[in-house]
């Protein structure tokens, strides 16, 4: 287990982010994680600092089927929050969502969209990508979702 999944606590959201900070919402669970921009351990799923990178290191659950190498769309997600601090899509990116369902402009691959500087982030894993009764999650998530 990484120190980030031990050390998880309840995160005030009233409270601004302090400076050199991420803070990471996963929609529509509702999961907020933060770390210290540049100290989240590599956890070999997508590249580094990237929302799938976040999600494993955090015990958040986003589908991943090829592995995180771009050779899928399971980790889609749309960017609700803070694109101006993530990455731009190189062209294997692009060229591989336009394989995916509902895309739209605010459209991603968790595996390759990778946060490039502290602040506030917002995704949402669409209700169709969630994958929850074949990775063994409660039915009950991904009917309410």
Known sequence: MSENKSAQQQI?????????????TFLPEGKTVEFEFGTMPY???????????????????LDHACGGVCACTTCHLWIKEGEKGISEPEDEELDR????SSIQLNSRLGCQAVITKPGTYVVEIPKWNRNYVSEGKPLTLAENK
């Open 12 to 24: 005030d959201l009233s409270k601004p982010l302090a400076e050199k900070m991420v803070r990471v």
């Open 43 to 61: 956890d070999n799923h997508g590249k580094p600092m990237s929302f799938l990178d976040v999600a494993e290191n955090f015990d958040v659950f």
């Open 97 to 100: 969502m336009e394989t995916a």
